[in-house]
């Protein structure tokens, strides 16, 4: 079983920057791609970035420029620095990991409980 657990969200004025941080534990013999999906308040889920084991990044159009996400992977963490957030950042944000169990055969998606992040005035 592989925990994931988040922590960095809260409310923050337009313009402002949250880091957001999500670290898995439990028993695995590597992760692959980790990553941030979000969903606002009516709105669908959405990936927001991604990140390979390598380090290769990708970012949802609206927020590049704006977030950064990275890894450790010595400690199974990925966290999304987000700057000059908006009100439509607004909503929950889930980290997700792709991991790879003991062995090297079996992979499996975990996921993070979420974290609100509310960017208001």
């Known amino acids: 079983q592989v925990e994931l657990v988040e922590s960095g969200g809260g409310l923050v004025q337009p313009g402002g920057s949250l880091r957001l941080s999500c670290a898995a534990s439990g028993n695995m013999f590597k992760i692959n791609k980790m990553g941030w999906y979000r969903q606002g308040p009516g709105k669908q889920r959405e990936l927001a970035a991604t990140i390979t084991s390598g380090g290769s990044t990708n970012y949802l159009d609206s927020v590049k420029g704006r977030f950064t996400i990275s890894r450790d992977n010595a400690k199974n963490t990925v966290y999304l620095q987000m700057n000059s957030l908006k009100p439509e950042d607004t909503a929950v944000y889930y980290c997700?990991?792709?991991?790879?169990?003991?062995?090297?055969?079996?992979?499996?998606?975990?996921w993070g409980q979420g974290t609100q992040v509310t960017v208001s005035s």
């Open positions: 997700f990991s792709d991991v790879v169990l003991p062995g090297g055969l079996s992979t499996y998606a975990a």
